[in-house]
């Protein structure tokens, strides 16, 4: 018997996952990646992931929320373990993604920001797609971007080493 919620496994004869508060299932549930940061982290685990932003957890953990409502499973990720940290500084977090889903998310941070501006009063234009630094602008919010940016200086987001 498995718990739908947690995904254990019990013994034969119990029907009810104390931690859970539910009923056991006969056989485990295809899991649903999005339903967790722990979910996705399993299905992305093993694959090629790049960063698209970068920040503290509580703002990289909202845009993963953005990503996961838009379908786009991400990962948050911290500096690597070799990497030296000036004193009196932070390491940095990054939110990863799957290297084929890059476009989907230029475009939901993309939407994401025009909705912002809306909400403000502010004037987008009408189909306006992201354009992913074809015209050295940042695809998220459009701010012009210097060739050798790693960084959108506007929004933050992350856009690889140059």
Do not use: W
Request: aromatic share 4%.
């Amino acid at each position: 018997m498995y718990c739908p919620v947690c995904r254990s496994e019990f013994l034969e004869g119990v029907i009810h996952c104390a931690n859970c508060e539910v009923d056991l299932v006969g056989s485990i549930p295809d899991e649903d990646i999005l339903a967790s940061p722990e979910a996705m982290a399993r299905a992305l685990k093993g694959k090629e992931l790049h960063a698209v932003m970068v920040g503290n957890h509580v703002a990289l953990r909202e845009a993963q929320r953005v990503l996961s409502n838009d379908g786009i499973p991400s990962v948050i990720s911290g500096e690597a373990e070799n990497t030296e940290v000036d004193p009196g500084m932070h390491a940095r977090f990054f939110l990863m993604v799957e290297a084929q889903r890059l476009g989907d998310t230029a475009r939901s941070f993309h939407h994401r920001a025009q909705q912002g501006l809306e909400l403000e009063g502010l004037m987008v234009g009408e189909g306006a797609e992201p354009q992913l630094l074809a015209d050295d602008r940042c695809p998220a919010c459009g701010t012009p971007m210097a060739d050798n940016a790693n960084e959108c200086p506007e929004c933050g987001l992350f856009l690889g080493a140059s």
